[in-house]
Nanobody, 130 residues
Framework: QVQLVESGGDSVQAGGSLTLSCAVS????????IGWFRQPPGKERDGVAA????????VYDDSVKGRFTISQDKSKNTVSLQMNSLKPEDTAMYYC???????????????????????WGQGTQVTVSS
């Protein structure tokens, strides 16, 4: 089992930066895919980025590539999402999720599908104003 707690959500102006953190507890040793998802008001939950805990290898949605960076700190059992050049369309509730699979696997449903993840945090709100 895995427990996830997000933090760092805030209100920021367009062009600004924000860093979200996901604290992982429970099974912190097993290899897993840790993903960040976001859900804007009235819309579906979509994948933002993910990393595989074995080596920290990342994957990104095209909408955030070059602006967001996902990373892990093994010593602190945290996964961070550094967000730069924020846009109003980045406004959403952001969720951290974990699943026991290889993020970069091309077999079956990909990393960006919420259904691949077994564990979810409570979410943290990010609001970007223009």
């Amino acid at each position: 089992q895995v427990q996830l707690v997000e933090s760092g959500g805030d209100s920021v102006q367009a062009g600004g930066s924000l860093t979200l953190s996901c604290a992982v507890s429970g099974d912190t040793a097993s290899r897993k895919c840790i993903g960040w998802f976001r859900q804007p008001p009235g819309k579906e939950r979509d994948g933002v980025a993910a990393l595989y805990s074995r080596d920290g290898s990342p994957v990104y949605d095209d909408s955030v590539k070059g602006r967001f960076t996902i990373s892990q700190d093994k010593s602190k059992n945290t996964v961070s999402l550094q967000m730069n050049s924020l846009k109003p369309e980045d406004t959403a509730m952001y969720y951290c999720a974990a699943g026991f699979f290889f993020c970069q696997s091309t077999y079956g449903t990909g990393w960006s599908s919420p259904l691949r993840y077994s564990y979810w945090g409570q979410g943290t709100q990010v609001t970007v104003s223009s």
